[in-house]
C-alpha cells in the first residue's frame, strides 16, 4: 500500500493551504519531489495514481507532469545521482572530461547506474553554477570547481555513507 | 568604484539570518512605503528608470502599470526565481546570501500592488536555496512582516515559495503561472498578458528576483537618486554574472558605466583572460544573446568604445550587437570552439522546448544534428546554409520567446564565425584534434557583413 509518512502527509496539507480553495492541484509539483523523495528516487505509476487521488486530479494530470519536468525520474535510479552540466560555460571549463572520467571510474556510460544500484551518472543542462564550472548537482546540493581527485573524494564520500546504518538517500536528497 | 545599491552588505557575518539584516537596516524600506499610497510608490518605480533584470529589460513601472484591477478579484505578485539562461547565477547569489533583500523588495511590490498573496517560484535544482529562503521567510513572519495587518497598516500579506522541477522553460512568465497552478509549463498565448489574466486567471505581475529587490534602494534612497545612477535608460546598478575563461569568475555588481574593456581586463572585475589567453568572443547577456568576436564586443562597428549598458552592448542591432539581457556574460579564449560551443547550447533549446510549435520543436533538434555532425567533421558546405534557413524559419514564428532564444545564438555564430564553420567542414579529421583559433577574428577591421 503506498502512502506518504506522517511528516510528508502533514507537508501536504500544509502546501495545499498554499493556494486558494479548488486549486489544490498546484500543488503538485512539490508533492512530487516529497514523493521521489519518499519512494526510492523515482516515480512509478501507483506513486503517481497515489499523488492523483491525494489532490483529487485525474492520474494522467500527474503523469503528464512528471513526464514534463527532468527533475523527475520515471524509471529506478542509484541512490546517488550524479548530475553534471555538459552546457556551454561548463563544456568551456572541461565538463567533457569530467564525464569521462566518471565513466571510467564507476564503469557506466551516461544514463546508466552502476551493478549495485549506488550510482546513476546523468547529464543536465545548466544548472546555474556556470562561474563555478565544471559542476554537478549531488542531491539537494551543487559541487562545483569538479577535478577528477574531487570525484573521487565524492565517490568514497557516498560509499562511506552508504555504510552508515541511517536511510542515507533521504539524508542526502530529501 | 561602483556603487553597490544590493550587494553592499552582502559579505557582512551573519547578514542571511533576520537579526543582524534588521539591524544593518533591513526593512526600513516596508516601514516606509507602508507610509505612502501605493500608487505613489509604482510612480517612484516608474521615474527611477528601472528596467525587469531577467532579461527582456522591460520598464518595471510600466509592467506595474498595467496590473488591471477589477473589484473583488485578487491580484498576484510573482517573483520569477526560475534562473535558468546558461551563463546566468546572479539570482542564486542574492537570494542565497540576501534572501530578507528580495522578501522586503516584494512586500513593498505588493503593498504597490495591492496583493495580498505573493509567490516565489525558484528552480527546482536550487535547493538547498529554497531552505535559506523558508527560513528567512519563516523569520519575517515571525517579526510581523508577513501576515495580517503589517504594521498596524491594515494591509494584509502572505509569502510563498514554490519549487520548481527542472525546466527552463518555465523562466517565461506564461510558462512559470502554468507551473505555478501544477501544470505543464507550456507557455500561454498573449494576450491576454498576465496582468489581465495571470495566475488562476487574477491579474498577475511576475518579476525577476533582482528587479525585486531593487525595489528596496529605490524607495529607501528616493527614485531620483536610483535614476540618477548609470546612464541614459540604464538606470541603477546591474548584477553581472561572469564566467568562462576568465581569471575572477563571479557576481559584481556594476554601474552601468564600465566599458567592456574594463569589465573583462581590470582587476575590479573579471582580471583579465586566464591562462594568459587571448579574448577570441563572448556572449554578454546570456546564451541566447548574439556571441561577438571580440573586436565588436570591445568596440561598436562605429569603433566607439562599448560599455555595460542596455543601449551599448545593443549598439548596431544584431548585425554587429549584441543585448545585455540577463547579465550573463560568457568569455571564451582562443582556445574555445565556436562549433562546438554554438552546439551545446542548441542542444540546450532541444531540450528545453517545450514542444508546443513545430518550427522551435522540430526546428532545435534539427539545428542539433547538424551542429553535431559539422562538430564531428561530417559536415557538409551547404549545411551552413541550411542551418541560416533554420534559424530564420524558427525567429518570430512561436508563442513564446524560446524559439528567438535558440535561433539568435545559432544566426550570430555563422554571422561573425562562418569561416570557423567552414573550415571544419574542410577539414574534417584536422577539427576534431585542433582548433581553429583565432584566425583573423581578433583583427579590428574584420566585420561581419551577413545580417
Given at each position: 500500500m503506498i502512502k506518504f509518512n506522517d511528516e510528508n502527509l502533514a507537508e501536504v496539507e500544509k502546501l495545499i493551504q498554499?493556494?486558494?480553495?479548488?486549486?489544490?492541484?498546484?500543488a503538485l509539483i512539490p508533492v512530487l519531489h516529497l514523493a521521489q523523495s519518499q519512494f526510492n528516487g523515482w516515480l512509478d505509476v501507483p506513486v503517481m495514481d497515489y499523488v492523483a487521488s491525494l489532490l483529487k486530479i485525474e492520474p494522467i494530470e500527474v503523469y503528464e507532469v512528471a513526464s514534463f519536468?527532468?527533475?523527475?525520474?520515471?524509471k529506478p535510479v542509484g541512490k546517488?545521482?550524479?548530475?553534471v552540466c555538459h552546457t556551454g560555460p561548463c563544456m568551456i571549463n572541461g565538463s567533457d572530461k569530467i564525464i569521462s572520467y566518471i565513466n571510467q571510474k564507476l564503469?557506466?556510460?551516461?544514463g546508466g547506474t552502476t551493478e549495485d544500484g549506488i550510482f546513476t551518472l546523468k547529464t543536465v543542462e545548466c544548472l546555474g553554477a556556470c562561474g563555478y564550472a565544471p559542476m554537478m548537482q549531488l542531491g539537494k546540493n551543487y559541487r562545483e570547481h569538479l577535478t577528477e581527485e574531487k570525484i573521487d573524494a565524492i565517490i568514497d564520500e557516498c560509499r562511506g555513507n552508504n555504510?552508515?546504518?541511517?536511510?542515507n538517500f533521504n539524508k542526502m536528497n530529501a | 568604484m561602483s556603487k553597490k545599491l544590493?550587494?553592499?552588505?552582502?559579505?557582512?557575518?551573519?547578514?542571511?539570518s533576520y537579526d543582524v539584516y534588521r539591524g544593518e537596516g533591513g526593512y526600513s524600506s516596508v516601514e516606509k512605503a507602508l507610509k505612502m499610497q501605493p500608487a505613489e510608490i509604482v510612480e517612484e518605480i516608474k521615474k527611477s528608470g528601472l528596467r525587469g533584470?531577467?532579461?527582456?529589460?522591460?520598464p518595471t513601472g510600466m509592467k506595474w502599470g498595467f496590473l488591471a484591477k477589477p473589484e473583488g478579484v485578487p491580484r498576484y505578485l510573482v517573483c520569477?526565481?526560475?534562473?535558468?539562461?546558461?551563463?546566468?547565477?546572479k539570482d542564486r547569489y542574492l537570494m542565497e546570501f540576501l534572501p530578507h533583500l528580495l522578501i522586503e523588495g516584494m512586500i513593498v511590490s505588493a503593498f504597490a500592488l495591492g496583493s495580498n498573496t505573493s509567490y516565489i517560484y525558484i528552480r527546482g535544482e536550487y535547493h538547498w536555496i529554497t531552505d535559506i529562503l523558508q527560513k528567512a521567510l519563516d523569520e519575517a513572519k515571525q517579526n510581523g512582516?508577513?501576515?495580517?495587518n503589517i504594521l498596524g497598516s491594515g494591509f494584509d500579506h502572505e509569502m510563498y515559495l514554490q519549487r520548481g522541477a527542472?525546466?527552463?522553460?518555465?523562466?517565461?512568465e506564461t510558462a512559470l503561472l502554468e507551473s505555478l497552478e501544477g501544470k505543464r509549463g507550456n507557455p500561454r498565448i498573449k494576450p491576454p498578458f498576465p496582468a489581465v489574466?495571470?495566475?488562476?486567471d487574477c491579474p498577475t505581475v511576475v518579476n525577476n528576483v533582482e528587479t525585486l529587490a531593487a525595489v528596496v534602494p529605490i524607495i529607501n534612497e528616493g527614485a531620483e537618486a536610483y535614476s540618477k545612477i548609470g546612464i541614459g535608460k540604464s538606470t541603477g546598478t546591474k548584477l553581472i554574472s561572469a564566467c568562462g575563461n576568465i581569471n575572477k569568475p563571479g557576481i559584481y555588481e556594476i554601474?552601468?558605466?564600465?566599458s567592456v574593456e574594463e569589465f573583462i581586463y581590470s582587476d575590479r572585475f573579471?582580471?583579465?583572460?586566464?591562462?594568459?589567453k587571448k579574448l577570441k568572443a563572448?556572449?554578454?547577456?546570456?546564451?541566447?544573446v548574439p556571441i561577438l568576436p571580440a573586436n565588436l564586443l570591445l568596440n561598436t562597428a562605429k569603433g566607439e568604445k562599448r560599455y555595460m549598458n542596455f543601449e551599448s552592448l545593443s549598439d548596431g542591432g544584431f548585425a554587429t550587437g549584441s543585448m545585455l539581457g540577463s547579465g550573463g556574460f560568457i568569455v571564451l579564449d582562443e582556445d574555445q570552439c565556436i562549433v562546438k560551443n554554438t552546439y551545446t547550447l542548441a542542444r540546450f533549446y532541444r531540450h528545453e522546448s517545450?514542444?508546443?510549435c513545430s518550427p522551435c520543436r522540430e526546428g532545435t533538434g534539427w539545428m542539433e544534428k547538424i551542429l553535431k555532425n559539422i562538430d564531428d567533421g561530417?559536415?557538409?558546405?551547404s549545411d551552413i546554409d541550411l542551418l541560416w534557413d533554420i534559424q530564420r524559419k524558427i525567429e518570430g514564428n512561436t508563442i513564446c520567446p524560446l524559439g528567438d532564444a535558440a535561433a539568435w545564438p545559432v544566426a550570430a555564430a555563422i554571422r561573425h564565425f562562418r569561416d570557423e564553420f567552414e573550415w571544419h567542414v574542410l577539414n574534417p579529421e584536422k577539427c576534431l584534434t585542433e582548433n581553429y583559433g583565432l584566425a583573423h577574428y581578433a583583427d579590428p577591421i574584420h566585420v561581419a557583413v551577413a545580417v
Open positions: 498554499h493556494y486558494p480553495e479548488g486549486k489544490q492541484k498546484s519536468y527532468s527533475m523527475f525520474n520515471l546517488y545521482m550524479f548530475e564503469n557506466i556510460g551516461v555504510s552508515d546504518t541511517i536511510n | 544590493l550587494l553592499a552588505k552582502a559579505h557582512i557575518e551573519g547578514i542571511r533584470r531577467g532579461g527582456a529589460g522591460f520569477n526565481a526560475d534562473e535558468s539562461e546558461p551563463g546566468t547565477f512582516w508577513l501576515g495580517k527542472g525546466a527552463y522553460i518555465c523562466g517565461e489574466k495571470g495566475l488562476w554601474e552601468m558605466t564600465e573579471c582580471g583579465g583572460i586566464a591562462n594568459g563572448c556572449i554578454p547577456g546570456g546564451s541566447s517545450c514542444g508546443q561530417k559536415g557538409k558546405m
